[in-house]
């Protein structure tokens, strides 16, 4: 066996091995290509999931659905005091929600203030037990 | 920058498909939404959570991640069966998916997790034919 053959048999091979590795490691990440990541620097569209492909074709359409203020969209003063409201697109499948075409909706376009329950960093709460004016309404708010 | 897509075709069939089958699972409907909130992101997942077809047996997941975090909501029928505590126990399931950026793997970790915690108790005496 020649210097050549050696070297190629035990430092050719294993490199080899070792980029092989690499590339089936790195490749799915590669082939998102520039994914957007969590923080402030976010720029991705907003994505919906659970609701028809018509429906999410249209909140695409209209990325400002959601609009803040008291005033935005519906008479605050039919459903208390609150900051976020879902807009009521005349209508349209955006006055039936997410899901409206199921079983046909309603007029619902507005979320009651149960009142904000977050933690800081890295921290988790339920949020039934800590405001009782809220409504019948649970879960829990997670940061990462 | 321009407004990219965060998910892949495949992530998101694999996310809806984890809906189809928790709702198959649990009889609940299951929404989860990814996006910036307009202000407070509990405000506005309430907000939308409001806004399906049917809240009370609904469950949303609103995530943001430009304030990185994530909100849960069960509707009043859901909170019946589901204790928050246990809601709160499933959103540590993805913390870790998502602080590494993997948002398909956290969703689908807290959609099955959520899927079994709603899914409704099989009582034998009075569901034995």
């Known amino acids: 066996m020649s210097t050549l053959e050696g070297l190629l048999i035990f430092a050719g091979i294993p490199l080899l091995i070792v980029v092989a590795i690499t590339v089936m490691v790195m490749a799915p990440s590669l082939a998102k290509g520039n994914q957007p990541r969590s923080g402030r620097n976010w720029q991705a569209a907003s994505e919906w999931f659970g609701a028809p492909r018509t429906v999410r074709a249209e909140a695409a359409a209209n990325p400002h659905q959601i609009e803040s203020g008291p005033g935005a969209g519906y008479n605050p003063a039919s459903a208390g005091d609150h900051d976020n409201v879902v807009m009521d697109e005349p209508g349209g ?5 997410p899901r409206g075409d199921r079983d046909g909706g309603g007029d619902r376009g507005v979320a009651t203030d149960a009142g904000a329950t977050h933690t800081g960093a890295h921290a988790v709460r339920g949020t039934s037990a800590e405001d009782p004016s809220r409504d019948q309404t649970g879960g829990a708010s997670v940061r990462w | 920058m321009s407004a990219g897509n965060a998910f892949t075709p495949i992530e998101r069939h694999e996310i809806d498909r984890a809906i189809r089958d928790a709702e198959r699972l649990s009889g609940r409907d ?24 049917q809240p009370a047996s609904s469950i949303l997941i609103h995530v943001d991640p430009t304030q990185r975090s994530v909100e849960i909501v069960t509707g009043a029928d859901v909170r019946e069966t589901v204790d928050d505590r246990h809601v709160a126990l499933a959103g540590l399931s993805m913390q870790t998916a998502f602080e590494a950026g993997d948002f398909t793997r956290g969703l689908l970790a807290v959609i099955q997790q959520l899927a079994e915690l709603a899914r409704p108790v099989r009582n034998l005496h009075t569901d034995t034919p």
């Open chain 1, 93 to 97: 499948a955006g006055d039936r929600g």
């Open chain 2, 30 to 53: 299951f929404y989860a939404h990814v996006g910036r909130s307009a202000g407070d992101s509990r405000r506005t997942a309430l907000a939308l959570h409001s806004a399906v077809a």
